[in-house]
């Protein structure tokens, strides 16, 4: 199969004949249908994030039809198309597991990450990890609900305690143009911040719903209930926490950020809160997508083939493209 594989952080994706993988027991063989392109994916071509296999075939917002499950695999039936998330897998029994929070799971194990991920033709996955998909999406629009969807979901949904109508989101790709239109049909004011100067972006942020739309160094016209930074840009914290009501709280939605510079503590005195978000669970994965189904959301998708990975990349580090970018294999 064709495959297009990461020889070591800092490199180019190179095109490769690989095998096709047999599933293990619990596993299932998907034939890749579509595979979302995620800042994930950047950072561990980048070196940002520690290469924990080499060489590696990235990809973790992966759709495919099942071709073929392991002895034990009985949850999809063959021809089913399914949903490839980020989490590849959790012990079941640590600390994190025991109280539903597999995302912090001590041994957990990431698609595109610890095993070979969605940037090839073929790819396999425990299937007690996969997605059923709404129908209403198709392949190109299902593919980043795995990722930008699921990770801006959960820090949404982190947001939510600290109940407001006024939501901040930095940085306004895949993950914010669809956290904003799920945010706007429960009726929340969403507020877009992009890099100095892109107003493709914030036109783009606009034309979703959004009430205002600016550069992320602008303080916005109201203050936020929250604020739900996607832009891995350290600085934006306290620029962030200048923007918040009392009580209000800034989610940091990023698997990597540079350094958070120093700030006053006035800016997080009277009970604002900073935190982060880290991975997802599947109940994350179920009740998004149960809403995706509730509430139609316009994914806005740029088509790259597979071997135009790297071209794929690189638009997303420029932010060439509104939305999300996604590979599409050539079967």
């Known amino acids: 199969m064709l495959a297009m594989q990461l020889p070591a952080a800092g490199h180019k994706l190179v095109a490769v004949d690989l095998p096709v993988p047999a599933p293990a027991p619990n596993e299932v063989l998907l034939k890749v249908r579509a595979c979302g392109v995620c800042r994930t994916d950047l950072h561990i071509v980048d070196g940002d994030l520690p290469l924990v296999q080499a060489p590696l075939v990235p990809g973790h917002e992966i759709v495919g039809t099942v071709v073929t499950g392991g002895d034990h695999a009985r949850r999809f039936p063959i021809g089913a198309r399914i949903g490839v998330p980020w989490l590849a897998g959790s012990c079941g029994s640590c600390r994190y597991c025991a109280v539903a929070r597999e995302n912090l799971c001590e041994q957990a194990v990431f698609t595109g990450y610890h095993r070979d991920g969605g940037y090839a033709e073929y790819a396999v996955a425990d299937e007690r990890y996969c997605f059923a998909l709404p129908d209403r999406y198709d392949d190109m629009q299902a593919a980043p609900l795995l990722c930008a969807g699921l990770i801006g979901y959960r820090a949404y949904a982190m947001a939510d305690s600290h109940s407001g109508d006024k939501i901040g989101l930095y940085g306004f790709g895949a993950a914010a143009h669809i ?8 009726k929340r004011s969403v507020y877009a911040f992009t890099r100095r100067g892109d ?133």
């Not at 956290?179 to 429960?186: G, R």
């Not at 509430?295 to 597979?306: D, G």
């Open 179 to 186: 956290v904003a239109q799920l945010a706007i049909a429960q």
């Open 199 to 331: 107003l493709r972006s914030q036109q783009f942020a606009s034309e979703l719903g959004a009430v205002w739309a600016g550069d992320s160094t602008m303080q916005p016209p109201s203050q936020l209930d929250a604020a739900l930074l996607f832009a891995p840009v350290g600085a934006l914290v306290p620029l962030a926490l200048r923007a918040l009501r009392k009580g209000g709280v800034v989610v940091c939605a990023g698997i990597h950020m540079t350094d958070i510079p120093a700030f006053a503590y006035s800016l997080l005195w009277e009970e604002r809160v900073v935190r982060s978000v880290a991975n997802l669970t599947r109940a994350d994965g179920e009740a998004f997508l149960a809403l995706a189904e509730q509430h139609p959301i316009q994914i806005h998708t740029t088509a790259f083939a597979l071997t135009a990975a790297n071209d794929a990349l690189d638009a997303l580090r420029t932010g060439a493209f509104d939305g999300a970018a996604v590979l599409l294999p050539a079967h």
